[in-house]
């Protein structure tokens, strides 16, 4: 379903930005963070809140994102 707000016009397919390679390797590692019991029980209080399976494992990876993005900003890259 195509969502309008204003001008803004926001489609139904996922943002294709960004650098592939990082977000496969983050993806992979919040698969293998649900076998630990702290982060079980984080990706399952997201799903209780409504949240999809991608959109909960996003949130269990993005603090990893935001480290690894500081430290690539920090060495200049």
């Known amino acids: 379903m195509t969502r ?4 803004s016009i926001h489609g ?3 943002s294709r930005r960004g ?3 990082l977000k496969r390797a983050l993806f992979l590692s919040a698969f ?4 630990d019991p702290l982060s079980h029980a984080y990706y399952d209080r997201k799903i209780a809140q409504g949240k999809r399976h991608n959109q909960a494992l996003i949130a269990l990876v993005r603090p ?5 993005n500081e430290a690539s900003v920090s060495l200049g890259g």
Not at 32 to 35: K, S
């Open 19 to 21: 650098n592939k390679i």
């Open 32 to 35: 293998a963070a649900l076998r």
């Open 4 to 7: 309008r707000s204003g001008s």
């Open 64 to 68: 990893e994102f935001v480290k690894v």
């Open 12 to 14: 139904e397919n996922p």
